[in-house]
């Protein structure tokens, strides 16, 4: 109890932070044109558990990153996680109504606008990694850009969505779920970890390669976890629709494994990501609580 | 008509080369997944004047270009334009059913691939300029990706777009059109010319503002004669539906001029255009054919 306390002492400076940053970034709604700008705001501000921003801080403690940079590549790997659910949201997609406990985007506003908030969100994401200093060399810099482009893309988070469409109505297997969620969230999981890294000085590779395998069986578990909440929980805890992944016939870890398996799996999955911080030792305590915050989250 | 063929000689093979770039850069469509990649193919291969390119070789010439550089920086471009074009098309936007002479993205595959070939295009672009050296300097690429990303977003493309949802069935003021094709077409040329420029040496940023006010008589130039285009060539010529814009009931620059009128300010905008160049010199041949080829094109 005492952790999760601290945890939170730490989080939630963060989480605000994070909140400041989008604020300051995203564009003013009186600036033309308005009624875009107003729905950039209604799908980046004011909710959401800032999971990314969470891991690109945790990860770079392991390199003593300056907090305003990391910032910067937290709320970039935001602006892509919020546009990916406003375009995932769609009526040709997942057709849904309700998302962090408001209305969707192409709800409160319409569909065209939320086509074109996800459109300018991934903009100003690769924005941010072009405008704002991050890494100490700019050619390294200009590593995250492609980092996080090819996490965000075809090969990476654009592509388990594709794969996503492909499966509404197949049954999966084990591997095949997995490479649909590596894709679909976990590509940009471990974009965040690694990306909240590289804004730290004396980076190094092996450890990084370390990180990055902690971020993707963390990505894997909390898929798991998101699937077995998405049975589990009722809507207004959840603040989106509950039951939609089986109501579509979306194959999902729970209609793979069970809920008592799928369960077994999400701690399986986090005691290898642990195993991947070993040599951390108390530089990845961040890291660790994240992990047990991820898995054991009820909402 | 010497100076059209040897613009041709010069047009020519600098398409190819983006058609070679762009084949190069999209996966190739045996990678999971799929039917993604082979839309994005689809969406992006084998057709279009790819007048953003052409338009960053000749902007590179100024400042004597690697070729290479240019090709990517062109492409680059022409990804944001493609995914662009294919999110226009969509039902819940301007609902077109031909490309280029072809049925659209949407309509050749459906509306969920077409918003994500439209999202995962976007990424690729911003890959490009992370992957590839196209400055000698790489701060000065970074400012590349900031470019491009504020040209793609809600200040630039996307807003453009926004501002032209607005606006169906209204009544535009001169001022209040040209601010929407600043935007929606506009930013995307401009940065396609200083894109092209920058990947040059010793570039100087008088002269790439000169570029830049070239580039933005051109961009509203080319909407322009679009809007005559539209209203006059047939569908088969124009490889799009002709009409569109009256039938949706846009504000254009044809329905607020009428044609002869439309057509005397393209022509005055390309001398505007022509009068930034001046102190350039032969340095600017190629941008002069261009803007004649944009103006004096009938399709």
Redesign the interface.
Known sequence: MTSAVDFQSWAAPRQSRIETVLDRVL?PTR???E???SA?RYSSLGAGKRVRPLLAFAGGELFDADLERVSIAGAAVELIHA??LV?DD?P??DDDVLRRGKPTCHVEY????A??V???L???A??L???YRLAD???D??????????A?????M??G???D??SVGAKLSLPELE?MHIHKTGALIRAAAVLGARCGTNVDAKELSQLDTFAKFMGLAYQVIDDVLDAEAPTATLGKTAGKDAQQDKPTYVSALGIVESKRLAEELRQDAMRALESFGSRATRLRQLADFIVLRQF
């Open positions: 564009p600036i033309i044109p009624r875009l700008h950039m546009y990916s375009h769609l040709c997609m319409d569909e065209a606008t086509l074109l996800g459109d300018a991934q903009s100003l690769f924005q990694l072009g405008e060399d700019p050619a810099q200009l590593q995250m850009v492609k980092l996080l482009a090819i965000s893309g075809s090969r990476g654009a592509g969505q594709a794969i469409l492909q490479l």
